[in-house]
């Protein structure tokens, strides 16, 4: 049996790494809300860009709002598992933190893998798209309008890119590339030469690229933030599930 001096040692140890772990699961906690909202948000404002890429892209936001869902779950856990001091609860908290660390990892190095890879497939959606587009409410035309309005561009790599297409030889280059919707007649948008000076001229592969790579790093950002901080709750879950073993001895 340990002397009581020892047991009054241990036992502000315990009550500090109680009251870290406790903060450190909290922020985790909202650390998870917040992904969930990412999560929401990409699918919203990345909606557009989403629709034209593979569908398994698709599914990145969902992939970020579930695991936002996983870490507010497991940082409940963690909160009733450190007010109990919960030796197997500890431990468990600790183990699940470490898989869920993994996964974000091997997620972050999949993406930076396959960043280039997703490019080209959005360049290749992107000139099908252009190539059966009939300004309807067709998904992939609805997409390229939207692009187009919203960043102020016209084709692929530039405005030149409607010549090659079917809807150009019926109606011109579509309204969504022009500068102004009232100085932009039909007849302009069919002449090739006109039409430069009445609409958008530089492609949207680059701007739509940098637009995703800036939103994209921001998820990105937060989710290896998120994941370097698991290292944190996997230390104190298991510093305090040793303390307290430790202590249950020496009590005894």
């Known amino acids: 049996m340990a002397s009581p001096s020892r047991r009054l040692q ?18 985790f906690w909202v650390s998870g809300i917040v992904l969930l909202a990412v999560g929401v948000w990409g699918s919203v404002s990345l909606a557009v860009y989403f629709s034209l890429l593979d569908e398994k892209a698709t599914n990145v936001p969902f992939v ?69 587009y009939n300004a309807t409410a067709d998904r992939h035309s609805e997409a390229v309008d939207t692009i187009q309005r919203t960043l102020h ?45 009445k609409v958008f001229v530089d492609g949207c592969f680059f701007l739509v690229t940098s637009a995703m790579e800036s939103k994209m790093s921001v998820v990105a950002g937060i989710s290896f933030g998120i994941a370097c901080s698991q290292l944190v709750g996997i230390i104190l879950a298991c510093c305090l599930s040793q303390y307290i073993t430790n202590n249950q001895y020496e009590m005894v």
Request: hydrophobic content about 40%; aromatic content about 10%.
């Open 10 to 27: 241990t036992k502000p140890v315990i009550t500090c790494l109680k009251s870290v772990l406790l903060t450190y699961t909290f922020v």
């Open 64 to 132: 970020l709002a579930g695991a936002g869902t996983v870490v507010v779950l497991l940082g409940t856990f963690g909160c009733f598992a450190t007010c109990r001091g919960s030796t197997w609860m500890l431990k468990l908290y600790a183990m699940l933190l470490s898989l869920i660390f993994l996964i974000v990892l091997v997620a972050a190095v999949v993406g930076f893998v396959f960043r280039h890879e997703i490019k080209t497939n959005f360049e290749s959606n992107l000139n099908l798209a252009l190539k059966g």
């Open 153 to 197: 561009c016209c084709g692929v790599q530039n405005y030149s890119d409607w010549e090659r297409t079917e809807y150009f030889t019926q109606r011109g280059i579509p309204q969504s590339c022009c500068r102004s919707q009232d100085d932009c007649s039909e007849e302009d948008l069919k002449d090739l030469s006109k039409a430069k000076l």
